[in-house]
């Protein structure tokens, strides 16, 4: 299966692309119309919140089980994770997952080997044939995990535009609300996750495996809440944390730890040190052989 037989994904494409017309107007909105902080900083709370939940919740806990979470708190990834627009948990999961174990081959829904545009944005503008999701099985029986995924739409309704429409109301400002924490912060923070598709598998070094094109970023790690430590997340996926070094940019790692102080989150799972002193020893080996 070619990315040049897929057939355009009207709805997707639409969707995206007066999302994309929206985020100018709301900068015009603001600059020209009515400037509230207030809007301004839900902006900011929507995109961490958001970010959040697309890298805590539908990554790290339902696409890899790397820890466990309470209901008040997968409600929340799910809810907010919704006003990402990155489709329901469960189809999203079902979508890493097939990246994880057929990566950079046809198969890989955001083959890089495709090129940059396709596995950053191109895969999204185009019909999905899988309809079974077989390889989500466990999140199936996830109570919560389907109840967003039935009720998606009205999901996305209630937190794209509803909340952020109701918060601003509160000073007189519903309107910016929408267009600011809605539509400019939803363009902004879809380019900062599809980064870790396209740039995460381009730019960056190697550390812990060369078998395939996930690399470590800094760069990316500050863009997209501490995912861009790629190369280290395709070798130990199990692992709750993407950096694993105290230094290393990942909030979301530090999120998920506070919360199991908490007793919020719990059952973290870690790679050993043994396995990853492994993983390193075994690339300078690597690189250590002449060439032929």
């Known amino acids: 299966m070619t990315t040049a037989k897929k057939e355009i994904d009207l709805v997707n494409t639409l969707f995206l692309g007066i999302t994309h017309l929206l985020a100018p107007v ?9 400037f509230s902080w207030w809007t301004f900083g839900l902006g900011f709370l929507y995109f961490a919140l958001c970010g959040l939940s697309i890298t805590g919740g539908y990554h790290r806990l339902f696409s890899h089980p790397t820890y466990r979470a309470r209901g008040f708190l997968r409600f929340f990834y799910l ?23 057929e990566v950079d081959t046809e198969q890989d829904p955001y083959n890089i080997k495709a090129g940059f545009w396709w596995a950053h944005l191109g895969w999204v503008l185009v019909k999905d044939e ?34 952020p429409y109701a918060l601003g109301s509160i000073w007189g400002d519903p309107i910016g609300a929408v267009l600011v924490a809605g539509f400019l912060r939803l363009v902004i923070q879809w380019h900062a996750t599809f980064s870790v598709n396209s740039v995460a598998h381009i ?32 070798s130990f996926q199990g692992d709750y944390r993407n950096g694993i070094r ?22 973290l799972k870690r790679a050993s040190q043994e396995a990853i002193e492994r993983a390193k020893a075994a690339v300078l080996a690597e690189r250590s052989l002449p060439s032929i």
């Open 130 to 163: 899988k309809v079974e999701l077989d390889n989500v099985k466990d999140l199936k029986k996830d109570k919560l995990v389907m109840l967003q995924h039935r009720y998606y739409i009205l999901f996305v309704a209630l937190s794209l535009i509803g909340l």
């Open 26 to 34: 709301a900068i015009l909105y603001m600059i020209l119309g009515q």
């Open 246 to 267: 105290w230094f290393h940019f990942d909030p979301t790692k530090w999120f998920v730890w506070t919360c199991s102080k908490l007793r919020i989150t719990w059952d």
């Open 79 to 101: 809810f907010f994770g919704a006003a990402s627009v990155q489709n329901s948990a469960l189809k999203w999961s079902s979508d890493h997952r097939e990246h994880h174990g």
């Open 203 to 234: 730019i960056g070094n190697q550390p812990y495996s060369t078998k395939n094109s996930a690399r470590d970023s800094v760069v990316t790690a500050f863009i997209t809440l501490g995912e861009g430590y790629h190369n280290y997340h395709h």
